[in-house]
């Protein structure tokens, strides 16, 4: 199974942008990229997924590397309420279930 | 609002005491899973359903079961907990629809004593 590389924290200032970086070198070219968050003391959610082109939606902008091998998560303009647990996923694209979840990304906001 | 409901929240249990723990769903998804997540650890897949057929990961240990009476419902069987099973237990729903976008309750932390 293809395998995803997340640093292990990372510390941001309040209202500004935070790119998230991931890097799935062995990715297929079937696999959707997904991002769940998981805030203290809660269950993961969804946060964005895409295939090869870039992606918004309310919550964060998707880029995707030309080749696919990494991935970016942004967000555009970090709250305290974002502090968070951000995992960078990858979906087999013949499986309707399967999440391979990487190590995640320890999001810190500095107030 | 739909949503993913676990209890209890907290569950403290004897080594070796079989245990329960439910999830209930009102988004009415066919795919029902159960995730085990240690401390500072990602989540991981014990077993999933789609409707009624139980999917059960490799790496599952024995000692885990699970039940899905109806849709809505789905129970997580831990027939003798170890110290090692102390751990949060996720259940998530998925329609086959939504591009895999899984639904996640907010947990039940088993405690083994």
């Known amino acids: 199974d293809a395998k995803t590389t997340q640093p292990n924290s990372m510390e941001s200032n309040e209202e500004e942008p935070v790119h998230l970086p991931c890097n799935h070198s062995t990715i297929s070219g079937t696999d959707y990229i997904h991002w769940y968050r998981q805030l203290p003391s809660q269950g993961p959610e969804y946060v964005i997924h895409g295939l090869t082109s870039n992606v918004n939606n309310r919550m964060a902008s998707l880029a995707i590397a030309e080749d696919r091998k990494s991935s970016t998560l942004i967000l555009h303009r970090a709250t305290l309420r974002d502090a968070a647990v951000y995992y960078c996923?990858?979906?087999?694209?013949?499986?309707?279930?399967?999440?391979?979840w990487g190590a995640g990304t320890k999001l810190i906001i500095k107030p | 609002d739909a949503m993913v409901i676990q209890n209890p929240r907290y569950q403290v249990t004897q080594f070796g005491k079989p245990v329960t723990l439910s999830c209930s769903q009102t988004?009415?998804?066919?795919?029902m899973y159960w995730y085990q997540q240690k401390s500072s650890q990602a989540p991981k897949l014990l077993f999933h359903?789609?409707?009624?057929?139980?999917?059960n990961e490799a790496d599952t240990p024995d000692n885990f079961q699970s039940r899905r009476p109806n849709t809505s419902f789905c129970f997580l069987d831990i027939r003798s907990p170890g110290l090692g099973d102390a751990a949060m237990y996720l259940c998530?729903?998925?329609?086959?629809?939504?591009?895999?976008?899984?639904?996640f309750g907010p947990g039940t932390r088993l405690t083994v004593l």
């Open positions: 359903y789609y409707d009624k057929d139980f999917n």
């Open positions: 998530a729903t998925s329609s086959l629809t939504q591009n895999n976008e899984q639904f």
């Open positions: 996923i990858l979906s087999p694209g013949d499986s309707n279930y399967q999440l391979i």
């Open positions: 988004l009415n998804h066919n795919v």
